[in-house]
């Protein structure tokens, strides 16, 4: 498959340096990179970084010979499947507000819009970033629908600290992926996600839990999102950054997230539970840290709430798929669950291995559908095992 077409406007702006890093991302995702610069982005960094990392010849005079293109800002535009701008100084934003098209980056910018998605991600001073002329230029292009990545709050260059600091760089890239993404075939449609682990707590400083770290459920959920569904994730803790784009909530116990779940789950039409929720906890919580004096400390568990079960008891036409780790007998263990929790999918994955299922980025799993037939999938990063059971649950 060709690599699809990435077109970044370097405008003017400390920022530029981070640009870079946006190409190494960009690049590093499968995307072939265009840069234009802007005279003033010249000024912060050389056209030879921009070159080096995107392989590409880097355009930034509008009348220099053409090279790689006919007429250059046509070319771009058309070859375009997005156009990206990074730093957007108020300049450039104020540029293309009022229909100023005098340099490479605003020509391309103009001739694009309309057949690909134009994206700013700002940069600036808060003072700036704050005046009602841009902001009234922010809203102008949103309602003509330009896109843009809202930049976070911090420290700035210039010393001040607020809103105006280009937003992190993963973030950005992962948007654009996001936006490029081809199949959008779960438009329209609500995915619930649960991931990570519970904990149970046993006195104020103590808690048991388990080694799940919520990267399967988060990749399901960014999944899910990419390909249009409107996503709830319901996590326990974990370190992983809440993913853009989905209604992200954060649950610590069982009976948390029962309750997130049932809140939602006559809403949703997928419901994927890739938690591992704990089975047990203390049958009594100690309100008191619990001090060392016997030899031994025996704590007596009880029975939690099977999350999964209860949804498969109360299903009517969602499609609930869940998850089962196990280190024995897998396939046999799974398909007893799958009919034991009323599933539609199971998605069995061996813990033994070390370098595949809690932790790992990648996975090595047999999704098993309730109509018997199992599909063992390669060793893949669970990213792709996600793409597989959306593929698998739209088929
Ligand atoms: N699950 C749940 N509530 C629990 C335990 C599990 O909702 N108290 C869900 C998990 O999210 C997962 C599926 O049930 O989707 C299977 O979880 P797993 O831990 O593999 O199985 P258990 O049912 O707990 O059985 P066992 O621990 O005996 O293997």
Request: net charge neutral.
């Amino acid at each position: 498959m060709n690599p699809k077409n990435v077109v970044l406007g370097v405008s003017g702006g400390i920022a530029v340096y981070k640009a870079l890093d946006v190409v190494s991302r960009l690049k590093k995702k499968g995307f072939n990179v265009d840069v234009i610069m802007t005279k003033s982005a010249e000024e912060f960094v050389t056209p030879l970084s921009f070159q080096s990392l995107s392989g590409n010849q880097v355009i930034t005079n509008m009348f220099d010979e053409p090279k790689a293109f006919e007429i250059q800002h046509i070319s771009l535009a058309k070859k375009a499947d997005l156009m990206l701008i990074v730093p957007a100084t108020a300049n450039i934003i104020g540029k293309v507000a009022s229909g100023i098209a005098d340099d490479m980056l605003s020509t391309t910018i103009m001739a694009a819009f309309g057949r690909c998605p134009v994206v700013f991600a700002p940069a600036m001073n808060t003072n700036m970033y704050k005046n009602p002329i841009l902001q009234d230029n922010i809203k102008k292009l949103i309602k003509y629908g330009y896109k843009f990545i809202e930049p976070s709050s911090g420290r700035l260059a210039c010393g001040d600290t607020g809103e105006g600091k280009l937003q992190d760089t993963e973030l950005i890239a992962e948007m654009v992926e996001s936006m490029l993404y081809d199949k959008k075939d779960l438009a329209g449609k609500k995915v619930l996600v649960t991931a990570g682990p519970t904990i149970a707590p046993i006195d104020p400083v103590r808690f048991i839990t388990n080694r799940s770290t919520g990267k399967m459920g988060y990749a399901i959920a960014k999944e899910a999102r990419d390909r249009g569904a409107e996503v709830t994730l319901i996590s326990g803790p974990s370190n992983i950054k809440a993913p853009f784009g989905v209604d992200f909530i954060k649950v610590s116990t069982n009976e948390e997230m029962l309750k997130q779940v049932l809140d939602r789950y006559d809403t949703s039409d997928i419901v994927i539970k890739s938690a591992a929720v704990a089975d047990y906890k203390p049958k009594t919580y100690s309100d008191l840290k619990i001090k060392k004096s016997e030899e031994n400390l025996n704590i007596e568990f009880v029975k939690d709430n099977d999350i999964l079960k209860k949804l498969g008891e109360i299903k009517k036409s969602q499609i609930l798929v869940g998850f089962a780790a196990e280190s024995n007998d897998l396939i046999e263990n799974a398909k007893g669950k799958l009919a034991r929790k009323n599933l539609d999918y199971i998605v069995a994955n061996d813990i033994t291995s070390s370098d595949t299922g809690f932790a790992s980025d990648e996975n090595k799993v047999f999704i098993l559908s309730k109509d018997n037939s199992i599909l063992e999938l390669n060793k893949m990063s669970k990213t792709d095992v996600a793409r597989e059971l959306f593929d698998l649950i739209n088929r």
